[in-house]
């Protein structure tokens, strides 16, 4: 993208959901490495809890994402008219 000198201030909020899309990824893998370490006769450190932890963190983060960039948009809206 090129460089302008536009105040990017109203555009919506992208990083809750690349951040709960990360976790979400994360607790998949660590939830597959979980059983992975069964096979070899291992346990993972709180195999279920951090799988649990990070799809509720990224839900949460997904929910609150949503709501903010719906509030900033009605606000944006309410300025414009």
């Not at 201030?9 to 939830?31: D, E, K, R």
């Not at 096979?39 to 649990?52: E, I, K, P, Q, S």
């Not at 963190?57 to 414009?80: P, S």
């Amino acid at each position: 993208m090129a460089h302008d000198e536009k105040d990017d201030s109203g555009l919506p909020a992208v990083w809750p959901f690349t951040l709960a899309a990360f976790l979400i990824i994360v607790g998949l893998v660590w939830f597959q490495l979980g059983f992975a370490f069964e096979d070899v006769g291992r346990v993972l450190w709180a195999h279920y809890g951090v799988f649990w932890g990070c799809l509720f963190v990224g839900l949460v983060l997904i929910i609150g994402g949503g709501i903010w960039n719906t509030v900033q948009g009605r606000r944006r809206r309410a300025a414009l008219q």
